[in-house]
């Protein structure tokens, strides 16, 4: 038997393969119990290994020595993907790193599979960057340069929504695939045809769960480690406002590992000196001098998905300071995610205006990915096709799917 093709979602937030057997996709477990695999990255200095997935993410909240990167697929196509750094005795862009993650999913499926696998059909969104028509050409490079490195022979791209609509099913009419990932929102419009789907138009933005994420914490979280706060001036009277752009790298999940840095120390100490309220400086302290950025992330993701399900949930920074555990209310959400929702509302409209099509048109919709989920989005999204049937997919592997029947076509 020869190598294998298989079909790769490679996430923002979690990673799946899946390969076509016996006339259906099959997921590949790349974890134990696991459908997906967390899309994190640990460079693990004292055991000089690079652990991803569920391992990483551990490494991570164990306080182990090393380094924990995740959302990296939002880094492709920007400077930042190739600027080469010093990791404890290695240098290395992030492409590398993206590429050590990629290599170690071949392996694992090669290992299930029992066989070599050098074909791949790999998942990308509509648009990496939907504001830089360069910047997102780039990304596309950039990603499939990573492919290359990790050993694949052959790679095929695939957008995401045109996958999930192939494995969805045909279905009867007019059919909405609605993909909220991790990183972008996409969205593909397709009916029946003779052979499967016709895709009728894609369109996408660079809008997910972690700009939400983002959101959430710059309003609800940062402010406690002192965004908005005040600072007196080095040299004679008069206040001045803390500096915002540290705590917005602080809520992005893709930045949070380069803050790290004695320069950053020495400066946020100097504010805690001169703040007007300097408690909640000294939070902020706490969290770059012990490295807890991540811990804040996770605590705000958590509480984030507890509200969207319970109708609030707390904030857990307790890391930080005891018994701090700011909670975050359904209210809370629908607040800060209806500019976001409203923006995903206006790319369907574009898809729809795109094919010259009406909603009233649309006789299916159909959720996939897990920020899709959440309230806010999925209220936005019912509103715009008051007459449309509503599904949700295997919301979290119905791109993948669709990348194994693609795969199988090669």
């Known amino acids: 038997m020869g190598p294998a093709a298989i079909g790769v979602d490679f996430g923002t937030s979690n990673s799946a393969a899946a390969v076509l057997s016996g006339g259906r996709a099959v997921m590949i477990p790349l974890e134990a119990g696991r459908e997906t695999l967390p899309t994190a990255v640990f460079l693990d200095y004292a055991a000089r290994a690079t652990l991803i997935g569920s391992a990483a993410v551990g490494a991570m909240i164990e306080g182990r020595d090393g380094r924990f990167m995740r959302a990296l697929k939002s880094i492709l196509g920007t400077p930042l993907a190739r600027e080469r ?10 492409l590398d790193i993206v590429a050590e993650f990629l290599t170690e999913v071949r392996a694992r499926a090669e290992a299930t599979l029992g066989r070599p696998v050098d074909r791949v059909v790999a998942g990308r969104p509509v648009r990496f960057h939907s504001a830089d028509p360069v910047r997102n050409a780039k990304a596309a490079e950039d990603l499939a340069e990573c492919y290359a490195m990790a050993g694949f022979r052959e790679v095929r791209f695939l957008a995401e929504p045109e996958a999930a609509a192939r494995a969805t099913g045909v279905g009867s009419g007019l059919g909405l695939i609605v993909d909220i990932g991790g990183g972008t929102s996409d969205f593909t419009l397709f009916e029946p045809a003779e052979r499967g789907i ?10 997910g ?3 939400f994420d983002r959101m959430l914490s710059l309003a609800r979280v940062m402010p406690l480690l002192g965004m908005g706060g005040q600072l007196r001036n080095e040299l004679g009277p008069g206040l001045h ?6 705590f917005h790298e602080l809520a992005s999940w893709e930045k949070i590992a380069f803050l790290y840095s004695p320069a950053t120390l020495r400066e946020v100490r100097l504010w805690a000196r001169q703040a007007v309220e300097p408690r909640r400086l000294g939070r902020l302290v706490s969290v770059i001098e012990d490295e807890m950025g991540h811990d804040v992330a996770f605590a705000v993701e958590a509480a984030k998905l507890a509200a969207n399900d319970h109708g609030s949930g707390a904030v857990d920074l307790s890391m930080v300071e005891t018994g701090l ?7 809370d959400l629908a607040e800060v ?8 509302g206006l790319a369907i409209g574009e898809t729809l205006g795109t094919a010259g099509v009406s909603p009233q048109d649309v006789a299916r919709v159909i959720f996939v990915g ?3 989920l959440l309230g806010a989005v999925d209220r936005q999204v ?4 008051p007459a449309a049937a509503f599904e949700r997919s295997d919301v979290f592997t119905a791109v993948v799917r669709g990348l194994a029947l693609a795969a199988a076509e090669t």
């Open 85 to 94: 750094r010093q990791f404890l005795n290695r240098r290395l862009t992030l």
């Open 198 to 207: 016709r895709v009728i138009a894609s369109h996408g933005i660079r809008l």
């Open 209 to 211: 769960g972690t700009d």
């Open 241 to 246: 406002v803390v500096p915002q752009a540290l």
């Open 325 to 331: 555990r700011p909670v975050l209310a359904a209210a």
């Open 337 to 344: 995610l209806a500019p976001p929702a409203w923006q995903i």
């Open 370 to 372: 897990g920020s899709s």
């Open 382 to 385: 019912r509103a715009l096709f």
